[in-house]
């Protein structure tokens, strides 16, 4: 199939010369049309080559903002020939007729240049169309995201709070909009009362969900105990949540700590699922790490979680903090960063107190996020979801 020539429009006074130009253009590949000024070209033209002479100075600005356009003179000093670069037209060519072959391969490249800057602002426009709809579809993902973190926020319970003169509180700061962190207490009676730590693998959505589940799951499970075997209560939610978690096949898992309080003996029967660091229970100023063991919920099937159980004092203080504390600390390994975090609380005899020691310890930790657990920046400086929990009791009043 031949290939249809390029229209070149020549702009001169009519005459020999514009003859002798429009058929120094013509070649294979480049069509010529003829005119005496630039109105009614064709609409195919790719090109103009106006000579200097045939222009009038106030058309040389729309000219070129119209078509990619060639002037032609017989001389570098001709005024008209100044005026035109003047107005930007920086293509030009003098004494054209004896230059045949390099106007030719003047206004080929030209072109070649024209429909490359044609593309380029194609390919721009659409980028700002993609960049404006990603704008867009970020910013209704935000708002999800944010809509989402108020509605897990409502899910935690009420800070600083006492049941059966035991007192609790936390600190909650995800890492973005949503966490994988949650916990929960409540009273089941005037003898009992429960509590969870929870941190769920990474964060985000996906892993908030997961959160969501959880406080269905204990609500109801709490709902249907009947108040015997307190000791059993917690190994059994652990082993529940994960064949929960395990026939839900999401890829998530958790860590957990669930423990029951009894208030008339002033025991504490709990279980562990992996969790890390091991909580902290703080007794006459002397810090000591619950004992126990325990694999990670939803991770393995046909797992077996221990009970434990330990007498409490009238006095006492229990610290619970997701692994994301730890990245907070300055320690070179784990070991290191355990013993910060457990001297951190021997000094502490408040969650005021913990919160301002480690924004103090740590620059990833603003003073807004230290001192108020409900503001939700954009965390971009957080590496992990970071929350700590805090039981004291016996003598707290209701």
Not at 13 to 18: A, L, N, S, T
Not at 88 to 111: C, F, N, Q, S
Not at 335 to 340: H, I, V, W
Request: hydrophobic share 40%.
């Amino acid at each position: 199939m031949q290939r249809s020539k390029q229209l070149i429009a020549v702009i001169d006074e009519p005459g020999e010369e514009r003859d002798a130009l429009a058929e120094a253009i013509t070649c294979n590949g480049l069509g010529v049309f003829a005119a005496d000024s630039v109105e009614h070209l064709p609409e195919e033209t790719a090109l103009i080559v106006a000579h200097a002479r045939a222009v009038p100075r106030q058309h040389w600005s729309g000219l070129s903002h119209h078509l990619p356009t060639l002037v032609v003179s017989e001389s570098r000093q001709d005024a008209d020939l100044i005026k035109a670069i003047d107005i930007g037209l920086v293509d030009y060519i003098v004494h054209p007729l004896r230059h045949a072959e390099l106007l030719r391969r003047m206004i080929r490249k030209a072109i070649e240049l024209h429909q490359l800057a044609q593309e380029r602002e194609r390919d721009r426009l659409r980028l700002a169309e993609l960049n404006e709809s990603l704008e867009t579809h970020l910013a209704l993902l935000r708002m999800d995201q944010q809509s989402g973190g108020h509605i897990q926020r409502r899910l935690l319970p009420a800070h600083a709070i006492s049941v059966n003169n035991v007192y609790f509180d936390y600190w909650f700061a995800p890492s973005l909009y949503l966490s994988g962190d949650f916990l929960d207490y409540q009273g089941f009676d005037e003898r009992f009362s429960t509590f969870y730590f929870a941190d769920v693998s990474g964060h985000g959505a996906s892993s908030a969900f997961v959160t969501v589940l959880l406080k269905y799951l204990c609500n109801r499970w709490l709902h249907e105990w009947d108040g015997q075997e307190p000791e059993r209560l917690p190994a059994d939610w652990l082993l529940a949540l994960n064949r929960e978690l395990q026939g839900t096949d999401i890829g998530k898992h958790a860590t957990l700590f669930v423990a029951v309080i009894d208030h008339h003996e002033h025991r504490l029967h709990y279980s562990l699922g992996a969790q890390l660091p091991m909580p902290f229970l703080k007794i006459n100023g002397q810090i000591t790490r619950l004992e126990g063991e325990g694999m990670p919920v939803g991770l393995f099937p046909d797992v077996e979680y221990p009970s434990f159980s330990l007498d409490l004092p009238e006095h006492f203080s229990l610290w619970l903090c997701s692994d994301g504390v730890l990245e907070c600390l300055s320690g070179a390994s784990l070991d290191e960063r355990l013993a910060e975090l457990e001297c951190l609380i021997s000094q502490s005899s408040s969650l005021e107190q913990l919160r301002d020691q480690l924004a103090f310890a740590s620059q990833l930790i603003s003073d807004d996020e230290a001192f108020d657990s409900d503001v939700m920046p954009d965390r971009n400086a957080l590496p992990d979801d970071l929350t700590i929990m805090m039981v004291s009791g016996f003598g707290h009043v209701d």
